[in-house]
C-alpha cells in the first residue's frame, strides 16, 4: 500500500504534509525550550532546529501547493452505480440460493450412497 | 507659638484708582487658575526646607559622636524617604484636586549602576520564563495537533473508502454553532428513483448520518427496525429454505460484537474498519430496494391483469389469486427477525422440489415418495427464488428501462425483452408461477412415466425462459444391441450413414400452458442421403396433461416399433409396420404380429406386449377381444426389454430360417 514516495497516494501526501506540520509545532517547541535555557541558548542546537522548522516550512507549502494544484473538480455524483450495485446484489442472492442448493444436492448423493454402503 | 492668619480678601471688585474724569479703574480680572495658582504659591515650603537642612547638620554632627547602629542609616534614609514621599503626595493631591495646576514633566533620576544591572536582570528572567511557557505550549499544542491528525486521518481515511462505493454528501452545520464540523451524510437513493413512488418509511432510510466518536472511527447508524426485506408465501406452506443470508448472518454479528471491536481499534487496517460500515450501508440499501419493489408490486395490482385477483391489500402484505386455487402473498418483514421457531418445520415435507437447475433426471426413484404426502405443495415453486425473481425482474424491467429512458430520451422504443416489459411485470411473474406449478405436475407425470418404462430416459432442458420448460425423452438401444449389431453387419462402418438410430427422442414442450410434444421416428437430420422421403415423421402434438401420457406412450412405442422394423429389415426378415404393430412375414402366409400396448396407469410397465399370429387370413391383426377364438392367437408377452425384443427378432429370424409354424 505504501510504496516508495513518488508513487504515494495524494491523500497520503496531505497525511505526511499534517505530520510535517505537527513536527514543526514540536520544533518551535524545542526552540523556545533551548532559548529559554537558563545557561543561554546553544547557538548550534538552536540553528538545528530553526533550519528544521523552516525547511519543513518549505516542504509543507510545496506539498501543499501540488496537491491543490492536482484536485479535480467536485462532480456530484456523476457515475453513480447504485444501479450495478443492486445488479449485484441480486445476483449474489442468486448465487447463494444455488449453492445452498448444491450443497443440498450433495448431502443427499452422500447420504444415498451411505445408505447403499449400509444395505450393501 | 505664633500662628499666623491670613486673610483673604472678599471678593468684591474693589476699585484701584479713579482719575480725573471719573473713569474708574478695577483691577484686571484675575482668571480662576491664576487666582488659584497664587494661591499655590503662597504655600510656603521654606520652613520645612530649613528644617530638612537643620535637622540634617544635626544628625550629622551627632552621628559623628555617637556609636552607629547598623540599621540607623537605613532609619533616616527611610525616614527621609517618607518624608518626600508625602511632600510629594500632598503636591499630587494638590495637583488633583486643582485643575489648575498640572504636571509638566518628568525627568527619570538617573539609575545608579547596580539598579539598571538588577533590572536588566529581571526583565530577562521574565523573559526566560515566557519563553520557557512558550516552548510548553507549542509542546503541548503539537502533541494535541498530532492527536487530532491521527483521529482525522482515521476518519477521513474510512470516509474516502465510503466515499468510493456509496454517495456521501456534506451539511455544513451552523456558523452559529461554534466549534461543530460539518457534518456527513450518505444518501442511499439512487437519482432516477426518486420519480418513482416511495413510502415514508424508505425515505427516513435513504439518508444516514455518519458519527464520529471520540477516537476518530466512523461509525454509521444502523436503524434496525427500519430495514424490511420482502417475502413471498404461499398460504399455508412453509418453506425448508432458511431466509439465512450471508449477509444477515455478518450484520448480526457486527451488531452484536460492538465492544470488542472497539477494543481491538488499535493497529486495525482501516479497511477492517469500513467492512462493517459497508455491510450495514449494503443491508440498507437492499432494504429500500426491496420496499420500492413492494410499493411497486402494490401499484401494479390495481392494474387489471389476467386471471390474477387481489385478495387483500394492506400496509405490508398484499395477497393476490393466480389462476385457481393458487394463492400468493408478497409481505415485507423486518429484516432481522429472531423468531427461530418460524423457521422449523412441524410437517414432514421434504424439500420443496423447484424447478430449477435440474439437468437430468435418471430413473425417478423420487416418484414413489411422492405420492405419501398429501399436499399438493409439492409442485409449487421454492418461495425464495420467487423472491430472487421478482427483485430481478423489477430491477431489469423498470430501473434499467427507467435509467434509459432518462438517459435516451429521444427514443421511443426500447430494444428489451417482450416478457419483461416494466409495465407489465407483476403479469409476467404471475403468469411465471402459475407456469412453475404446472411444469412440476408436468415434469412429475413424466417422471411416472419414465419410472416405469425401462430404456425410456428423461432431460430437463433449461430454456432461460420462465415460461417455457422444456423435456425430451430419449429411447436409447442399448449397447449389447448395438454391438451385436455390429457384429451382424461388420461391414457398415458408419451407421450414420445408414441412418440406423441408437436415439429416438421425444420433445415436451411447455409454454405457458399448453404443451406441445414433438417425437421423431426418422433418419437422423444428420443423414447424409436426405432421406427425407422415406417416412420423415415428426408429429407434432399439443395436448392437455390428461392426455399426455398416453400421447408419449403412443410415440414411444410407435418409435420401439419403428426401430424393430428397422432391424428387422438389416436382419433380412419381411416386416410390416402399422400403427403399433409390426407384421412379420412367415411363410404359407402366416402372420405374425407384435403388437404394443400402452396402458398409462399400468404400475408394472406403461408398454407391453402381445404376439398375435395371424395364419394367412389377410385381416389386420388387432388386439381384439379375448373371445374371439378364431384363427388368431394372443400370447401376452408382458413387459419386454429392448434386448427381450431383439432377440426375439433374432429368434424369428431362426424360425423364418429353419421354416415351420411355432
Not at chain 2, 427 to 453: D, K, Q, Y
Request: charge should be negative; hydrophobic fraction near 35%.
Amino acid at each position: 500500500m505504501l510504496g516508495p514516495q513518488n508513487q504515494s497516494t495524494s491523500l497520503q501526501r496531505l497525511n505526511h504534509a499534517e505530520k510535517m506540520i505537527v513536527h514543526a509545532l514540536e520544533l518551535s517547541g524545542l526552540a523556545m525550550d533551548e532559548l529559554a535555557n537558563s545557561t543561554g541558548p546553544r547557538t548550534d542546537v538552536l540553528d538545528g532546529h530553526c533550519g528544521e522548522f523552516m525547511q519543513s516550512m518549505k516542504e509543507i507549502q510545496t506539498t501543499l501547493r501540488e496537491e491543490i494544484k492536482s484536485a479535480c473538480d467536485y462532480r456530484p455524483f456523476e457515475k453513480c452505480d447504485y444501479g450495478a450495485r443492486i445488479s449485484n446484489e441480486i445476483c449474489c442472492q442468486k448465487l447463494e440460493y444455488i449453492a445452498e442448493k448444491l450443497d443440498r444436492m450433495k448431502k443427499t448423493i452422500v447420504q444415498f450412497n451411505d445408505d447403499a454402503n449400509l444395505t450393501s | 507659638m505664633n500662628m499666623e492668619i491670613d486673610l483673604d480678601k472678599l471678593p468684591l471688585k474693589r476699585l484701584e484708582a479713579i482719575d480725573e474724569a471719573g473713569n474708574e479703574q478695577f483691577p484686571l480680572d484675575i482668571g480662576y487658575e491664576e487666582k488659584r495658582l497664587n494661591m499655590v504659591r503662597r504655600i510656603d515650603f521654606s520652613s520645612v526646607v530649613e528644617e530638612r537642612d537643620a535637622k540634617k547638620q544635626k544628625n550629622s554632627k551627632e552621628a559623628a559622636g555617637t556609636q552607629p547602629w547598623p540599621w540607623q542609616s537605613l532609619v533616616e534614609n527611610l525616614q527621609v524617604a517618607q518624608q518626600e514621599l508625602s511632600i510629594i503626595l500632598d503636591l499630587i493631591n494638590t495637583v488633583e484636586a486643582n485643575d489648575a495646576v498640572t504636571v509638566a514633566g518628568m525627568q527619570r533620576p538617573k539609575q545608579l549602576p547596580h539598579e539598571s544591572l538588577s533590572d536588566i536582570v529581571v526583565s530577562s528572567a521574565t523573559k526566560l520564563q515566557r519563553l520557557r511557557h512558550l516552548g510548553r505550549y507549542f509542546k503541548q499544542s503539537s502533541k494535541a495537533l498530532e492527536q487530532q491528525v491521527t483521529r482525522e486521518t482515521r476518519f477521513y481515511d474510512s470516509l474516502i473508502r465510503l466515499q468510493q462505493n456509496w454517495k456521501v454528501k456534506r451539511q455544513h452545520v451552523g456558523i452559529s454553532v461554534p466549534g461543530s464540523e460539518s457534518c456527513f451524510t450518505i444518501d442511499l437513493l439512487h437519482n432516477s428513483m426518486t420519480d418513482l413512488v416511495l413510502s415514508s418509511r424508505s425515505s427516513i432510510l435513504s439518508t444516514v448520518h455518519i458519527d464520529q466518536d471520540h477516537a476518530g472511527v466512523l461509525t454509521v447508524k444502523f436503524p434496525l427496525r427500519l430495514c424490511r426485506r420482502l417475502s413471498i408465501e404461499f398460504p399455508g406452506f412453509h418453506s425448508n429454505h432458511e431466509q439465512k443470508s450471508f449477509q444477515k448472518g455478518k450484520v448480526e454479528s457486527v451488531l452484536h460484537t460492538r465492544e470488542d471491536e472497539k477494543m481491538a481499534l488499535a493497529g486495525e487496517d482501516v479497511n477492517e474498519h469500513v467492512k462493517d460500515s459497508h455491510l450495514i450501508l449494503r443491508e440498507m440499501h437492499r432494504s429500500i430496494f426491496q420496499e420500492q419493489v413492494f410499493n411497486l408490486v402494490n401499484q401494479k395490482s390495481y392494474n387489471y391483469l389476467p386471471g390474477v385477483n387481489v385478495i387483500s391489500m394492506q400496509d405490508d402484505c398484499l395477497q393476490l389469486s393466480i389462476g385457481h386455487g393458487t394463492y400468493v402473498s408478497f409481505r415485507l418483514l423486518p429484516s432481522l427477525e429472531e423468531e427461530p421457531n418460524e423457521k422449523m418445520n412441524s410437517n414432514n415435507q421434504p424439500q420443496n422440489r423447484e424447478s430449477g437447475i435440474r439437468s437430468t433426471s435418471s430413473l425417478g426413484s423420487e416418484t414413489v415418495d411422492e405420492k405419501s404426502y398429501p399436499m399438493d405443495y409439492l409442485n409449487f415453486p421454492d418461495p425464495a427464488s420467487l423472491e430472487i425473481f421478482l427483485q430481478y425482474l423489477f430491477h431489469e424491467g423498470v430501473f434499467l428501462k427507467f435509467k434509459e429512458r432518462r438517459t435516451y430520451a429521444p427514443r421511443l422504443v426500447m430494444p428489451s425483452q417482450p416478457t419483461s416489459d416494466g409495465c407489465n411485470f407483476l403479469g409476467h411473474f404471475c403468469m411465471t408461477i402459475s407456469h412453475r406449478i404446472f411444469s412440476m405436475r408436468v415434469m412429475s407425470m413424466l417422471e411416472g412415466l419414465v419410472a416405469r418404462v425401462p430404456y425410456l430416459h428423461l432431460h430437463y432442458h433449461p430454456t432461460w425462459h420462465s415460461r417455457i420448460s422444456s423435456w425430451c425423452l430419449s429411447l436409447k438401444v442399448p449397447l449389447s444391441i448395438l454391438h451385436s449389431r455390429r457384429r451382424i453387419k461388420p461391414s457398415e462402418s458408419n451407421d450414420l450413414k445408414r441412418g440406423f438410430r441408437s436415439h429416438f427422442h421425444t420433445k415436451v414442450v411447455l409454454n405457458g400452458d399448453q404443451i406441445n410434444v414433438s417425437g421423431e421416428g426418422t433418419h437422423e437430420v444428420g443423414s447424409l442421403r436426405g432421406d427425407f422421403a422415406a417416412g420423415c415423421l415428426i408429429n407434432c402434438y399439443s395436448c392437455d396433461l390428461v392426455d399426455l401420457p398416453m400421447v408419449i406412450l403412443q410415440q414411444v412405442a410407435g418409435q420401439v416399433i419403428h426401430w424393430l422394423h428397422e432391424e428387422a429389415l438389416i436382419i433380412g426378415l419381411k416386416v410390416s409396420r402399422d400403427f403399433l404393430c409390426l407384421w412379420f412375414s412367415l411363410d404359407q402366409g402366416d402372420k405374425l404380429g407384435l403388437v404394443a400396448n400402452v396402458n398409462a396407469g399400468d404400475i408394472r410397465g406403461c408398454i407391453s406386449w402381445w404376439l398375435v399370429f395371424d395364419d394367412s387370413s389377410m385381416e389386420e391383426g388387432k388386439l381384439g377381444a379375448t373371445d374371439d377364438g378364431e384363427r388368431r392367437s394372443h400370447k401376452f408377452l408382458g413387459n419386454l426389454s429392448l434386448e427381450t425384443l431383439y432377440s426375439t427378432l433374432m429368434d424369428l429370424v431362426s424360425l423364418s430360417v429353419y421354416g415351420g409354424g411355432h
